[in-house]
């Protein structure tokens, strides 16, 4: 028994029916697909197969039946943000991170792997990347960052968490390891970091500062134009939501109309 969690039940269904969504509802620009026959390329990368012992290149088919152009000024890459980017996002209409292409709707928030000599899933445990980095899901989601690193283009946005424990900007990661090697210089105009720490969380690391520094250095390195925005308000007003009163909120708690309701009728 392997330590990590087995596959998500009715796996099948959920990502079928979220490749359907996504190209007749969420995304319908990027034409036809066919969701049974990307499903079972999918599976083949897994299928029948040691757990331990699976490749990015694995992926290579899935990755070419399911791949569509990601627009300009779009791609949002991050570390540690995952539910906030999953709600600023907002399913592609205000950006399109990865999870929120069709490449990454097979993978977010789900398990999966299978065994050596049974042609079934394995839902009881998977290999968690302890055990072994060769797992199914990592290395899914290594040819899904590699993929969407090289389509990225104009202005690129990261979205960092400033109270991160090990830092902003893990230096072994997904971008860190798998994105940032892979951006098309002659296509990206210029790069927005934003370093979102937690409301009332400990600022750990900002721009200019700790991981995030090493982050622009890299990035200048490469010839890359980058800003870094610390709380960037876009982003820190949807934070926001749920602790109008922290002090950490003042932008929205100062705002006129959230005092309307204090005052009395006469
Ligand atoms: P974590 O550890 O904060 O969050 C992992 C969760 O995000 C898992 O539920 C995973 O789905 C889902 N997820 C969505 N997109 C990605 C992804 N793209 N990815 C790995 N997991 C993803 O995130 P990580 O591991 O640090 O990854 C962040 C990376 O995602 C950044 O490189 C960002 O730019 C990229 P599941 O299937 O494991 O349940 C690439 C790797 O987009």
């Given amino acids: 028994?392997?330590?990590?969690?087995?596959?998500?039940?009715?796996?099948?269904?959920?990502?079928?029916?979220?490749?359907?969504?996504?190209?007749?509802i969420v995304n319908p620009s990027v034409g036809e697909k066919n969701c049974t026959e990307i499903w079972e390329a999918f599976k083949k990368a897994f299928i029948n197969k040691d757990p331990c012992n699976i490749l990015p290149s694995d992926y290579e088919l899935f990755i070419n039946l399911s791949l569509h152009t990601i627009p300009p000024n779009k791609s949002l890459f991050w570390e540690n943000n995952h539910l906030l980017?999953?709600?600023?996002?907002?399913?592609?209409?205000r950006y399109m991170p990865l999870c929120d292409t069709l490449i990454g709707s097979f993978g977010d928030f789900l398990n999966w792997c299978g065994q050596a000599n049974d042609t079934g899933f394995n839902y009881d445990s998977c290999p968690n990347t302890e055990e072994c980095e060769n797992n199914a899901v990592e290395?899914?989601?290594?040819?899904?960052?590699?993929?969407?690193?090289?389509?990225?283009?104009?202005?690129?946005?990261?979205?960092?968490?400033?109270?991160?424990?090990?830092?902003?900007?893990?230096?072994?990661?997904?971008?860190?390891d798998y994105e940032v090697p892979n951006f098309q210089k002659d296509r990206i105009s210029r790069i927005e970091i934003w370093v979102m720490d937690d409301i009332g969380g400990p600022d750990l690391d900002s721009c200019g500062r700790g991981s995030v520094q090493i982050l622009e250095e890299r990035l200048k390195t490469m010839g890359y134009d980058s800003t870094c925005i610390d709380n960037y308000k876009s982003v820190l007003l949807l934070k926001c939501l749920d602790y109008l009163n922290h002090s950490d909120c003042s932008i929205v708690s100062s705002a006129p109309s959230t005092q309307r309701g204090l005052v009395s009728p006469d």
């Fill in 1 to 24: 028994k392997w330590k990590g969690e087995g596959t998500t039940p009715n796996l099948e269904s959920i990502v079928i029916g979220r490749c359907y969504e996504y190209i007749r």
């Fill in 139 to 176: 290395s899914f989601w290594k040819s899904a960052s590699i993929t969407y690193a090289k389509q990225s283009s104009g202005v690129i946005y990261i979205m960092l968490n400033g109270s991160a424990i090990g830092g902003a900007y893990p230096v072994k990661g997904f971008f860190a």
């Fill in 85 to 93: 980017v999953t709600s600023y996002s907002d399913r592609t209409r």
